[in-house]
């Protein structure tokens, strides 16, 4: 017998369109109060991104960092920790991957490739620290993961205006990279790179490890039962290091891919922030690999959309951060239309019951 | 109806989760009573009862109390209404001391501090008033499961509770302990409180209630005047059918000696000795019992077999390997299999599905794996397999295990126990809060299990369970084997409950 899918099932994506219709309307409301021109502005955020190959492309290439960061919150959090490290992972991850390529100075692009190998596993091991301080010391992970991410900014400063610094540049920029690292164009006319395929081929393969292997399955165990998981003979311990070490890989990945798909050399003097924008990834998504690229795709558009707005028209940028809270409030608030799904499911019930009566 | 203190009328309910745990259910109690309320688990009494409490809202029905209708919304507004309730686990702070437990959230005031005298004279007050011999000053942490009860109903008579919920009071109690729980049961009756006692024991309803009520499968099914009941009658109402707790056990064939322990000792954190030079042996095809008072070592001997406590001493031989600091995964390699005491805690995942349940301890198995990928088709064959075999009652596999009923969550981690043929079935009570009839089915199983050669811990704090399915009973009190019955009919209830308290000891138990 085929199962027919329930109304109610129907309602999480109810929900989330609900959330976008309503945060819509409160960006519309802001804007009106604030803009000469509301129906210019408004159109621009929701239509400016579609205008021109270069405004889409700049989504798309927004996409690459906002992916990398989602997965590896998910990864971070699938064993029920909160390590938030994922922001110094991705910061040194630049920092690893600018100075391995001026370090290394291999031919072509197998300087890239290990540079951004080099990155990975620096990555990793930021995201680790927390991870290991949990199991053996009983840290909080939250705590432990605000810290580091401090340690990697300033040690990262640290270590690109001590070797790497370009004294022909004025701030705290690095040295170019070596010809060749870099990850290529993919459109004209935009700056859309190799690294959104890197980043599609590692939601593929996330997907595999989360879905197919018994380690995703254990991590998961773990993460709703760690009791559980070591009467079964899993050692939730090892799990949970294993899991930020891969979550630590994912993010200095992205940070390398990012650096060496967008910029010529190191430049940022401050956290870029995308670790924390992995978390509203992961929450946009419910910690669902496969809807990380819409998420992701989401977020990005959203932002392109809001920068397009703030430059056509009187509404500062700070706003996108407000109308971007405001959807993720409205996405992870549960509780709307809590009380349909509770009167469908009850009538289904109902139903349901009524036919096994009848059946009998 | 005369002297009628509370009547639920059509109640139903509908959990969130689409699960409806009550349709049109009528329960009426008289004043004065001891009103059974009997069903199996899933039976909906849980859910009845927290509506009452208000815990739960109803999704249809009312409540009259005392012939007004009742509205509650929470716990506190069911005790202002004299409506008390004594849970099944117990809701108290295990770090005060027992006057300070009862007077929680009522504290009788001097200025703003608690005065300590006056809070303990009126526990002592109450305490004598009914017979309810405590020491106000005892830390709650030390006192026995049976003294913890006496607190948690001293707490609901302090609030001024005319009517007394009380959730399976006895599973946790000795013979002796259930006894003087119903004298004072019958005392709070003589002075006008009403009593709902949930249970599912058929001769304890016999022994102390008036009237009784029957749910199964979410609906009434009837009431009855208690002296007009059988228990066949009873119990053929509670599962639609006639069972008799009884298993049909072959005689026992011991074989070699499985598992042999010896010397086993084991000191938590804390610095409390939990086992203290533990020494027995399973042959195969033996049921060996382990009885005794909650708290008195049988989950931490059955938990160290297992191996959760590495820095146990002493020797765990099971067919000529050690155990003892061997990891979990290893020792069930070995071939044992573990059912654990708190299902919700420990032996399922409430929020995975019931095939990921099933399958957690065979994950790394190449049975489920092709190309060292998971094989979803092989492993939903498993799960369906199993849920048809152990007859657990679900939508299908992907139904989330914590959406079952106890009865059957229970058969899930059962299920999964069995799943890996295990040489040696350490059971840590398998039929707690279960219905009569995956108890039986339970039981057959073990009994099953037993019968094919293999050997069988059972630790239960049911004796009725120990003594149905021994072949052999092991007492332990205070963390040390206090006595040991090769033959398990050699001995009455009575007799182990004197072993169990302390009363009683055996010299050289071997």
Not at chain 1, 91 to 113: D, Q
Not at chain 2, 12 to 40: C, Q, R, W
Not at chain 2, 192 to 197: A, Q, V, W
Not at chain 2, 338 to 349: M, N
Request: hydrophobic share 45%; net charge neutral; glycine share 10%.
């Amino acid at each position: 017998m085929k199962n027919k899918k329930p109304l109610s099932g129907y309602i999480e994506m109810f929900r989330m369109m609900l959330a976008i219709f309503i945060s819509l309307l409160i960006v519309f409301a802001i804007i009106l109060l604030i803009s000469e021109e509301p129906l210019d502005a408004l159109g621009d955020f929701v239509f400016g991104p579609l205008t021109s190959l270069r405004r889409f492309g700049n989504v798309i290439e927004g996409m690459t960092p906002l992916m990398f960061t989602g997965l590896a919150v998910i990864i971070l959090f699938k064993p029920g920790l909160f390590n938030l490290s994922m922001e110094g992972s991705f910061f040194m991850g630049m920092v690893a991957a600018c100075g391995a390529s001026l370090v290394f100075g291999l031919p072509g692009k197998i300087n890239l490739i290990a540079a951004m190998a080099f990155a990975a596993l620096v990555g990793g091991v930021v995201c680790l620290i927390p991870g290991v301080l949990k199991v053996k010391a009983h840290a909080n992970e939250l705590v432990t993961s605000l810290m580091i991410n401090y340690i990697c900014l300033y040690f990262g400063l640290y270590v690109i205006n001590e070797f790497f610094y370009d004294p022909t540049q004025n701030s705290s920029y690095s040295y170019k990279f070596p010809e060749g690292t870099v990850l290529e164009n993919i459109i004209d006319g935009t700056r859309v790179n190799q690294g959104t395929i890197l980043a599609i081929i590692t939601v593929v393969l996330i997907w595999f490890l989360v879905n197919k292997t018994s380690f995703g399955f254990k991590a998961n165990l773990v993460g709703e039962n760690n009791n559980m998981a070591d009467y079964c003979g899993v050692k939730s311990g090892k799990i949970i290091i294993i899991t930020q070490f891969v979550g630590g890989i994912l993010a200095g990945f992205g940070g390398a891919a990012h650096l060496f798909g967008m910029f010529e050399r190191f430049q940022y003097s401050a956290l870029p922030g995308y670790g924390w924008d992995g978390v509203l990834i992961a929450i946009v998504a419910k910690h669902k690999v496969q809807y990380v690229p819409f998420a992701a795709l989401f977020l990005s558009y959203l932002r392109i959309g809001a920068d397009i707005m703030s430059r056509n028209s009187n509404i500062p940028f700070e706003i996108v951060n407000i109308i971007q809270a405001v959807m993720v409030l409205l996405i992870s608030a549960t509780a709307i239309l809590s009380g349909v799904k509770k009167k469908l499911i009850i009538k289904e019930t109902r139903a349901l019951e009524a036919a096994k009566e009848g059946g009998r | 109806m005369e002297n009628e203190i509370l009547r639920m009328e059509h109640i139903t309910k509908v959990y969130p989760n689409g699960v409806m745990a009550n349709k049109d259910v009528n329960l009426s109690v008289k004043e004065g009573e001891i009103h059974a309320l009997m069903g199996e688990n899933g039976a909906g009494k849980s859910t009845l009862m927290k509506i009452l409490f208000g815990d739960e809202e109803a999704t249809e029905g009312k409540v009259w109390y005392k012939g007004e209708e009742l509205k509650v919304k929470n716990a506190s507004d069911a005790i202002k209404k004299g409506i008390g309730m004594v849970h099944q686990h117990f809701m108290l702070v295990d770090s005060l001391r027992v006057y300070e437990n009862v007077v929680l959230g009522m504290e009788p005031k001097k200025g703003i501090m608690t005065d300590s005298k006056e809070a303990i004279r009126l526990v002592q007050e109450t305490a004598d008033k009914y017979n309810l011999k405590v020491d106000p000053m005892a830390v709650v942490g030390d006192i026995s499961v049976g003294q913890k009860q006496k607190v948690e109903i001293l707490k609901v008579l302090l609030r001024g509770a005319k009517l007394l919920i009380l959730d399976e009071p006895t599973a946790v109690l000795t013979p002796q302990e259930t006894q003087e729980l119903f004298e004072q049961l019958l005392m709070l009756k003589k002075n006008g409180h009403t009593i709902i006692f949930i249970s599912h024991k058929i001769r304890e309803v016999m022994q102390i209630c008036d009237n009784l009520t029957v749910l199964r499968g979410g609906k009434t099914v009837g009431s009855m005047e208690v002296r007009n009941a059988t228990e066949e009658g009873i119990s053929h109402f509670m599962v639609g059918r006639d069972v008799v707790l009884r298993v049909n056990k072959k005689p026992a064939e011991f074989g070699d000696v499985l598992l042999n322990v010896k010397n086993l000792n084991y000191t938590n954190k804390e610095g409390r000795k939990l086992l203290d030079n533990v020494s027995f042996k399973i042959r195969k095809g033996q049921i060996l019992g382990v009885a005794g008072v909650e708290g008195n070592g049988q989950n931490e001997l059955a938990e160290a077999i297992f191996g959760f406590y590495p820095d146990a001493t002493g020797s765990i031989m099971f067919e000529g390997n050690e155990l003892l600091g061997k990891s979990i995964k290893m020792i069930r390699k070995n071939g044992l299999s573990y059912i654990p005491e708190d299902r919700i805690k420990t032996g399922a995942a409430g929020n995975l599905p019931i095939w990921a349940n099933l399958i957690a301890d065979t994950i790394d198995t190449n049975e489920l794996k092709k190309n060292g990928l998971l094989d979803y088709k092989k492993i939903h064959e498993r799960g369906k397999e199993l849920i048809e075999d152990f007859a657990i009652l679900c939508k299908n596999d992907e139904q989330l295990a914590g959406m079952l009923s106890g009865g059957n969550m229970q058969k899930v981690v059962v299920a999964r126990e069995f799943s890996s043929d295990p040489k040696l079935l350490i059971a840590n009570q398998p039929t707690r809060g279960i219905d009569v009839g995956a108890n039986e089915f339970i039981w057959k199983k073990i009994v099953e299990q037993r019968d094919a050669g293999k050997g069988v811990m059972l630790v239960s704090a049911d004796l009725n369970e120990i003594m149905e399915l021994s072949d052999s009973i092991l007492v332990m009190c205070d963390g040390h084997v206090a006595a040991y019955f090769e033959d398990a009919s050699s001995v009455t209830e009575f007799e182990l409950g004197n072993y169990m308290l302390g009363l009683k000891r055996q010299e050289d138990v071997e």
